[in-house]
């Protein structure tokens, strides 16, 4: 598992995997639970829509052998068996024109509600939904009413449990667009995500809120993982950055990973990391946040979140100006060995780590006495932390893991 794949990438354990789906395998503790419906289809792992169909197929011309009894015979003992279906695997065609009477009818406000949820649990299985959402009639218009029609309930807060499982079937579709290499430049020309802003905007504790700004950032998070640079170009000239660094700061682990992992993937694009370092109030924001969060592990610690704290460190300091402030600004945690038990296990964030000690605290050339902080061989016990690692240089540890 790489880095920046762990909150994103694919497998059980991700957050947006799959075919760009919200996914949060068995991260999310009981909050399918909680939601029920949609909420299966969000943060359940993913429900096949054709989970019935993946049998080998028996039937058809091929399969009537020795007049049809040999052939029929295996069907019966086949379904008797397993319960098989005989039919065949479905072509991208055959499961779009499957879902075509579904997706016109997103248009129609009274079937809406039903639609969502059945798309958004068969979304994963079609690798062209996206395309035929976007070009289809009505349907990316009828997507945005359900969005702005939860506008008033964010203030004062009274989203329902109910509400918030509509939307983030609409957000689902959504994040499926995001994700698709064909409607993504589309979906930014649109300025779809600033929709999503107010969401994320929102600081309401309970699990309505927290489903909707999960889901929000997931889409945003989809967005991100494709390393476009249209993308973080587009993000940056909105308020991504201080909404995430909001959720950073007050959100659950969920929403904090997620939103750390958007931020990562920021600093990751060159544009990006300068923006940043731009002006010492972009820093110190970012920097602080990511102290606060460093801080907050040692007493509820989590590996996964921990990672994507490490590893907007070590880009931090690729930027001369960020890794001299780092020599300071870099929390005491991350120096000694607080966190070692957390990182036994996980060798790149173990390297990861080794390559940000040792960035600052070398000299920074053409800054006189530029060496300041803690000396890396003199950590208590730096062999356990440091030790057989091959750190590669210092140059932002862009590689081992990435």
Partial sequence: MTGDQNVLGGGGSSLLGGGGGLNLGGLGGGQPQQFGGAGTSLLGGGTSALGGLGGAPIGGGGGMLMGGMVGGLAQQQQQQAGGLSA????????????????IVKLTD?????????????KREDCDDLAPVLWHTFGTVAGLLQEIVSIYPLLSPPTLTAHASNRVCNALALLQCV???KDTRSLFLSAHIPLYLYPFLNTDS????????????LGVIGALVKM??????????????????LRIMGSGSELSKTVATFIVQKILLDNNGLAYVCTTSDRFFAVSKVLSDMVNNLITN????????????????????????ALRTALPQSLRDETFLHLLRDDITVRKWLAQLLQAVNSPTPGVPGAAGGNDVSGLPGG???????NLGGTGGGLGGGV
């Fill in 205 to 216: 504790k309970s699990r309505p809120f927290e489903y909707l700004r999960l889901t929000s």
């Fill in 109 to 121: 406000p009274d079937q809406r509600e039903n639609v969502l949820l059945e798309l958004s649990k």
């Fill in 383 to 389: 062999s356990s932390v440091l030790g057989g690692l």
């Fill in 227 to 244: 390393d476009d640079p249209e993308v973080i170009s587009f993000l940056l000239q909105t308020e991504i950055i201080p909404l995430c």
């Fill in 178 to 180: 995001a994700s698709h």
């Fill in 301 to 324: 610690p989590s590996v996964r979140l921990l990672k994507h704290c490490v590893r907007c460190y070590l880009r931090l300091t690729d930027n001369p100006r960020a890794r001299e």
């Fill in 87 to 102: 039919k065949q695997p479905q072509t991208e065609a055959e499961k779009i024109e499957a879902l075509m009477p579904l």
